[in-house]
């Protein structure tokens, strides 16, 4: 979860019985848990941390009305929405599936940021780079052309494992996160000529047509629903003969879902089909795990799409 949000007056008492219900719902306690998060909330009604909070402890309860009823008042009490109440929404079916709220994904990885890669490399086997890494010299080799491109854009870059994994084949990389955390932890790395604070689509439209030779998207994709505005972006923004290569999550079924993990996964057959209809080729497009999630391979794709 975020750093807490106060909205409220700072009313002491509000944000004292917030801190002992947290304290109970890491005990276990869960019912009273939530009995001190409804004081709270009468006395601070515009306290997102604790409609939030509350909202999770009425989903670990089973009580779902009550627990869409709490993440409704989060998202009107903060409505950058950096807890993510909304994603919840859409995970309980209570709103259409749409975009993550910028504020929830910045907010997050701002969080996350100084311990990213010790989670992903230490904990998680992160592995998505190398996975896009290989994937494009495949195709390269397949199509009889040298893997090396002359200016390159890594797209929710993070701290920069995408960009080391494909240093010594570009020659001029630029960085683009919604997360300004991120950013300076790629600013560290030393291994972008440029970086800007963007999301997706918005920094692809501040390049030129034809400007960028190859795209990388190492485990980012999995917080975008629709994907056919990156990928029209994409076409614009590729030199003819230019790579797009990302990552996804994946499911058996059909089209969009958002897992247990509140991230996107997208199914084969819609994927191809988004990447045809950008006027894009399919590449390469194969099944492949990112990293792993409680111990177990996460279901992913690999993903490498051509303009042609």
């Not at 997050?108 to 890494?133: C, M, S, V």
């Not at 006027?279 to 492949?288: G, H, M, P």
Request: glycine residues 10%.
């Amino acid at each position: 979860m975020p750093a807490r949000l106060f909205l409220s007056s700072g009313d002491l008492i509000a944000d004292r019985r917030f801190e002992f219900a947290r304290d109970l719902q890491l005990k276990g306690d869960l019912p009273a848990a939530a009995d001190l998060l409804e004081q709270t909330v009468e006395l601070a009604p515009n306290f997102p941390s604790a409609w939030f909070t509350l909202g999770e402890i009425r989903v670990e309860l089973g009580q779902q009305d009550a627990a869409i009823a709490a993440f409704r008042r989060a998202r009107e009490s903060d409505p950058p929405d950096r807890h993510g109440a909304a994603v919840w929404l859409m995970r309980l079916g209570a709103d259409q599936l749409g975009e993550m709220p910028k504020g929830y994904v910045q907010a997050l990885f701002d969080q996350y940021a100084p311990r990213f890669e010790a989670a992903l490399l230490g904990d998680l086997g992160y592995r998505a780079p190398q996975l896009l890494f290989k994937a494009v010299i495949a195709v390269r080799n397949a199509a009889r052309k040298p893997a090396f491109f002359r200016r390159a854009i890594d797209l929710g870059c993070g701290t920069g494992l995408g960009a080391a994994a494909f240093a010594k084949e570009v020659d001029h990389f630029i960085g683009i996160d919604l997360s300004p955390g991120m950013i300076e932890q790629a600013r560290a790395s030393g291994l972008y000529a440029e970086l800007e604070v963007n999301d997706m689509v918005e920094g692809l439209r501040t390049k030129q047509e034809a400007s960028a030779h190859l795209l990388l998207a190492a485990d980012a994709m999995c917080y975008v629903g629709d994907i056919a505005p990156v990928l029209a972006e994409a076409k614009r923004v590729l030199a003819g003969g230019g790579l797009f290569a990302f990552t996804l999550e994946t499911h058996g079924g059909e089209g969009v879902v958002l897992g247990e993990g509140r991230r996107y996964a997208h199914a084969v057959e819609y994927v191809r089909g988004r990447i045809l209809a950008s006027a894009l080729a399919v590449a390469r497009l194969e099944q492949a795990s990112p990293r792993n999630e409680d111990n177990e391979p996460v279901q992913g794709l690999v993903v490498v799409a051509a303009k042609t």
